[in-house]
């Protein structure tokens, strides 16, 4: 039996030296990830041309990896591409997209293989159906989490001096003591019991006082609805990071008024790791160009300025993930060769559904929500191919309308974008609850395709 290594095969006694070098490499990881973030530009550069010899440099040696792979190889010979043609980020293109079918497939078969079992098994979420498992070699994930201080660094955090608070399930916890280094005052960090009730957890975060706080997205709407609707006063911190969803515009600026301008969009998957970051005011993205690849695609898989946001982690040689597709759009600008992802719109599986195999894509209705000032939090329940229920709360500091005239209003204008008329019903909350997996998908869809 072969071993795969990086760049070269190890066999029989030498491939027990590798699994046990990749054992070490576990237990070293913590170490690794300093050795890594040692060499990564933590500050986004004002000349990207030198970040971008390094991305094309970093290309050229993923796609030459990539095709001693038999699953790569495949999808290469099929695209009738040679690892030669693809010199840049841009010639990506030329090769398939990735899905996340094909990649929880691929997974699941090489799972089976023995030499995996010294590696990391991350799971996603599954907040897009189904979780799927992930392979992560040690040095990878050393990597992804040196990747994750960048994102913090980039703002201006510092991670080792700084206090960080975070959900319980963000971090493997023993008992909440301090560690070794945290008794002097490096990587400091604090947990949220996001599942408590919401003035114990104000309480929580109030008597930290972290310098950078990190929940996702809906456990931070959660909590600054209840301090807006209360009168609370919450612990501002320099930084916070919602992730997990989309940060739309109306959740932007409830999060400035409740906790402050420190902002930090940070966009990527549990697949990819971080792959671009928003910081506080900005308009727009800039992607981590040493390290990833985001590309724009159209329905057709062409380089397009919107569509599908595609993702490429040049740091995963071991079992890589070429144009990885997200499941998002999003828009883009290049100028002077590097890519901006100006908007990220959301998830493209998300729409409503109709007897007739008709949909309406939530980009449709987007517009509506967007200049809705009424309410604060939405979702839609698709329940019958007929009718609909809607979960919002109230803006009612702000909105001059009652709630029995937003819902005129949005009905009207709701139903003059569907396809077909639905029967839309409301309920009024305090604040949507996630779902179990700590996420809130704007629509959930009951009907069977």
């Known amino acids: 039996m072969k071993v795969a290594c990086e760049n070269w095969y190890w066999s029989g006694e030498a491939g027990k030296e590798e699994v046990m070098f990749e054992k070490l490499e576990r237990k070293l990881v913590n170490v690794l990830l300093f050795f890594d973030l040692f060499k990564m530009k933590t500050k986004i550069p004002e000349d990207f041309s ?91 994930k050393a990597y992804n989490m040196a990747n994750w201080f960048r994102v913090m660094m980039c703002a201006g955090y510092n991670p080792f001096k700084g206090k960080t608070m975070s959900r319980k399930s963000a971090h493997s916890i023993s008992g909440g003591s301090d560690t070794f280094l945290q008794h002097f005052g490096i990587l400091r960090r604090g947990f949220v019991d996001q599942y408590a009730p919401e003035p114990k957890i104000v309480k929580q975060i109030n008597a930290y006082k972290p310098d950078f706080l990190y929940m996702n997205k809906s456990e931070f709407m959660r909590i600054c609805l209840y301090c807006k609707q209360n009168h609370v006063e919450l612990e501002k911190p320099k930084f ?22 420190g902002i930090i969009d940070s966009y990527g998957t549990a697949e990819t790791g971080a792959a671009m970051v928003r910081l506080f005011d900005n308009k727009e993205y800039t992607v981590h160009n040493d390290s990833f690849v985001v590309n724009i695609y159209d329905e057709k898989n062409r380089p397009a300025k919107e569509g599908n946001i595609v993702v490429t982690p040049l740091y995963k040689t071991d079992l890589p993930l070429i144009n990885y597709a997200i499941g998002d759009r999003g828009t883009c600008e290049v100028r002077d060769g590097v890519r901006y ?109």
Not at 240 to 257: Q, S
Not at 348 to 362: A, P
Not at 402 to 410: A, G, P, Q, R, T
């Open 341 to 449: 992802i100006t908007s990220v719109q959301g998830r493209m599986n998300d729409f409503f559904r109709y007897e007739t195999g008709e949909v309406t894509t939530f980009f449709e209705i987007a517009p509506i929500i967007a200049h809705c000032e009424d309410i604060l939090q939405m979702r839609f329940i698709q329940e019958t191919y007929h009718k609909i229920h809607i979960q919002c709360v109230h803006n009612k500091a702000e909105s001059k309308l009652s709630k029995e005239e937003v819902e005129k209003d949005m009905t009207a204008k709701l139903n003059a974008k569907f396809k077909h008329p639905f029967e839309i019903v409301y309920e009024w909350m305090d604040s949507i609850p996630p779902d179990k997996n700590g996420k809130l998908r704007m629509i959930v869809c009951k009907v069977q395709d």
């Open 50 to 140: 030198g970040v971008m010899r390094t991305q094309d440099k970093r290309v050229r040696k993923l796609v030459k990896r990539a095709y001693e792979i038999p699953f790569y190889r495949k999808r290469f010979d099929e695209a009738g591409v040679k690892p030669e043609d693809i010199r840049t980020g841009d010639d990506l293109s030329k090769l398939p997209l990735l899905t996340k079918d094909e990649l929880r497939a691929w997974m699941n078969e090489e799972a089976k293989d023995p030499k995996y079992d010294c590696w990391f098994h991350d799971t996603t979420s599954g907040s897009s159906g189904i979780p799927l498992m992930l392979l992560v070699s040690p040095k990878e």
């Open 240 to 261: 916070y990071c919602p992730t997990g969803e989309k940060i739309d515009d109306t959740a932007r600026k409830l999060f400035a008024e409740i906790l402050g301008p």
